[in-house]
């Protein structure tokens, strides 16, 4: 049965470490594995999706609507932006952190209010954290992506030391021992 | 080693293994990673050329010198080498020569969604098309030798979902052929109209055996499973089927889409008691099968626009889809936006005071068109702004030379600005054009061109002055000014749109993302003195915001590079403080 995992957030949030590190993790547990990524111009700070998807044997390198288990969000407003991809009974994750896009800097839109509320409400499981505060806590804004991936390793049966040896080998060695502190802020256990 | 790769990386891979000695691409999205990925192996010489016309020319020159060779671009890209593409078909090769086109369906990256097939059948090129990465690095190494046994270049036709998804390859080991000796042969190479028309029954015999080739050969392969629904189909469309119907559908899948086989279709239909093409964009496949005679369902309940995806097919073919919560809630859109500290936005602020009719180009600064600068009213094609604004003060004369102004990036310049520059220096309209110099080719990622005095693998290289440039073509106007100095920028469009001769304004500043660049510290909110006039708020940078009817930077995202405090009037924005 294919798993599927939707990362979505702003451009130049990091979105493509988040899915290269779960590439790397879910491919050395022997899945058959693939990740689609998004290049050019969404890239400049508008909505960017990532899809992870793995099991046996995986076909579409995309998630459709009602097929998502997890949503790892960066942002409010993209998690709810993104509900409808989830599954029955999938979950999300999600930082806090708000960032208005340009129509709410311009005034054109405003954003919506109490969005994580507005989520659970249609009875589906929201794992919030403030994980910029982490991040930074950790010693980067820049790794909020792997608190996040700390925060979603608690619904996996991989052990967190296989997490760990997958951001070794993902992320430049100057900044393992930072994105290695991020991992444990977002799981809790630090 | 079983690894996952992206599907550019794994062309790339098998490029690298077939012993491809040359390779030339001009970037495009999504096509620039096989030959960022090709520069990684030191075997191949890898290089960026100015444009993809010059790209394909290189990797011509290559295959004649006897050496196997590449060439990669976006589907636009090969409108611009199509001149070199139909006549290297009556050519043919000498070595194998093969080329990569990437479509970008759903538009994610481009300003149209062209079916690249139409060049390989109207140039009578094969053309094969991997539906993942694995595809992607085996159609690789194997289009080289097939380049060489019909003496044909081949095309790669990659999507943005082939492009850009990871899946696993198993790599093997690089085996470069023996050269094939350069001799020379004015009746196949010299495209001269006597040696022309002895080639183009060459083209058309050939033509004839690639269809019984494509009958036979392992690109294509039926999967039997149920016999009630037969689907034919190709690329990343294959994957979605294979998601919906799995072991419910028979499958004829093709690998190779030019020129499509006759035989195994007829005998594939006659195995199955309905036949659908699923295919994204045009119905290339799905007209062949008409003109064999076969009744088929295709672009009836399949749109011809956009991306595919395993719903989409499911519901337009009949198939429940999962059911899914939807949020009563407008949902404010995130468009793309130029990135805080852009250069390009102090320079389309200004245009947009002065209310400039702006001809516009290809690359980041097209988001200089977007509110609430809405500084751009035309973007068509790599260096169309040049040309156009010709047109356009030829056509409205004096009325229009004084307000209009063409902007164009450094990269798309060279690509294709220079022979529209030389129109003007030469057919002399008092045009403004603005060259926005950000000193690297920016929307694809950041890729060195002709004029930053670096080569694809980051070494010095050749620098092409654009000032001694402009001046060779005949224009005596050239101003150089700092887009993040709006007085200076102000001052010399005014100056420029006013002088009664041709004019190069260079808008020059690198690129705010570039690893090089030091960044200020983030800008400071004076919030008694702001008294949330918003006038910070006409350059739309994505770092500042209006809250509480004050002005309020996002420290993640500000580089201090100072715009918006010019446009203060109260001194409410201030530098920030260095950290120690």
């Known amino acids: 049965m294919t798993k599927n995992i939707m990362i979505v957030g702003v451009g130049g949030q990091g979105s493509l470490l988040a899915s290269k590190l779960l590439g790397h993790l879910l491919l050395s547990e022997g899945y058959d594995v693939k990740v689609s990524e998004v290049h050019g111009m969404s890239q400049r700070g508008g909505s960017v999706v990532t899809y992870v998807r793995f099991g046996e044997k995986v076909y579409s390198p995309i998630i459709d609507k009602g097929e998502a288990d997890f949503i790892v969000s960066f942002e409010q407003l993209e998690a709810a932006r993104y509900v409808e991809y989830l599954k029955k009974d999938g979950r999300i994750v999600t930082n806090t952190q708000k960032i208005d896009p340009m129509p709410v800097i311009t005034g054109a839109a405003s954003y919506p209010e109490h969005l994580i509320e507005k989520i659970q409400t249609l009875g589906i499981a929201v794992d919030a954290m403030d994980c910029l505060s982490l991040a930074e806590k950790a010693g980067s804004s820049k790794a909020v992506n792997i608190v996040l991936m700390g925060r979603l390793s608690k619904y996996f049966d991989i052990p967190a030391e296989k997490w760990q040896k997958a951001i070794t080998e993902c992320v430049p060695a100057k900044f393992a021992e930072l994105n290695q502190k991020a991992f444990l802020f977002g799981r809790g256990e630090a | ?580």
């Open chain 2, 1 to 580: 080693m079983r690894q996952l790769m992206l599907g550019n990386q794994a062309l790339a891979r098998g490029l690298y293994e077939a012993g491809c000695s040359v390779v030339s691409s001009y970037p495009g999205t999504p096509s620039t990673e096989v030959t960022e990925e090709a520069a990684k192996y030191d075997a191949i010489y890898c290089e960026w050329a100015p444009n993809e016309k010059v790209a394909m020319e290189v990797a011509f020159g290559a295959s004649l010198a006897g050496k196997r060779s590449f060439c990669g671009m976006k589907h636009v890209g090969l409108n611009v080498a199509a001149d070199p593409l139909f006549t290297c078909s009556y050519t043919g090769v000498n070595a194998g020569m093969v080329i990569c086109v990437a479509d970008d369906a759903g538009m994610h990256s481009s300003q149209n969604e062209q079916d690249s097939r139409h060049h390989a059948i109207a140039s009578k090129i094969p053309m094969l098309e991997p539906a993942d990465s694995g595809e992607a690095y085996a159609f690789a190494k194997k289009a080289f030798a097939l380049s060489e046994e019909f003496d044909t270049p081949v095309i790669i036709k990659m999507c943005t979902r082939v492009a850009h998804s990871q899946s696993i390859v198993e790599e093997g080991t690089r085996v470069v052929p023996d050269p094939i000796p350069y001799e020379k042969n004015i009746a196949k190479y010299v495209m001269m109209p006597g040696n022309a028309i002895r080639r183009h029954p060459i083209v058309e015999e050939r033509t004839r055996k690639l269809v019984q080739f494509a009958e036979s050969c392992e690109f294509n392969r039926i999967e039997m499973g149920s016999a009630e629904l037969g689907i034919i189909t190709s690329s990343t469309s294959y994957q979605y089927v294979k998601e919906v119907f799995g072991e419910r559908a028979s499958i004829l899948k093709l690998g190779m889409v030019n020129p499509l086989p006759e035989r195994l279709i007829l005998d594939f239909a006659a195995k199955v008691e309905k036949l659908v093409i699923v295919e994204e964009l045009d119905p290339i496949i799905e007209n062949h099968c008409k003109q064999l005679g076969l009744t088929v369902t295709g672009k009836d309940v399949l749109p011809m626009e956009g991306e595919y995806s395993q719903n989409l097919i499911a519901e337009r073919l009949g198939v429940q889809i999962p059911a899914y919560r939807k949020l009563n809630e407008t949902m404010p859109n995130r468009p793309p936006v130029m990135c805080a500290g852009c250069p390009h936005r102090g320079l389309f602020y200004i245009l947009s005071k002065n209310q400039c009719t702006v001809l516009g180009d290809i690359g980041c600064y097209t988001l200089g068109a977007v509110a609430p600068l809405n500084a751009m009213e035309m973007t068509l094609c790599m260096g169309a702004s040049i040309s156009s604004v010709h047109g356009f003060n030829k056509a409205l004369g004096a009325e229009s030379e004084g307000r209009t102004v063409a902007v164009i990036g450094d990269s798309t310049f060279m690509h294709s600005g220079m022979t529209g520059l030389a129109n003007i220096a030469y057919n002399q309209s008092n045009s403004t054009v603005i060259i926005l110099d950000n000193s690297i080719t920016g929307m694809t990622g950041h890729q060195q061109n002709p004029t930053t005095g670096y080569n694809i693998k980051g070494d010095p290289a050749g620098k092409i002055d654009l000032e001694s440039l402009c001046r060779s073509m005949g224009f005596a106007r050239v101003a150089v000014v700092d887009p993040y100095d709006l007085d200076a920028c102000d001052r010399v469009l005014k100056e420029e749109l006013a002088a009664c001769e041709p004019s190069v304004i260079i808008s020059r500043r690198p690129c705010a993302l570039l690893k090089y660049v030091k960044h200020n510290p983030p800008l400071t909110v004076k919030e008694e003195k702001c008294v949330g006039c918003k006038s910070c708020m006409k350059l739309g940078c994505p770092a500042i915001s209006i809250k509480d009817k004050k002005a309020a930077i996002d420290n993640t995202l500000c580089v201090g590079c100072g715009v918006c405090q010019q446009l203060c009037k109260f001194d409410a924005l201030q530098p920030g403080e260095v950290q120690k």
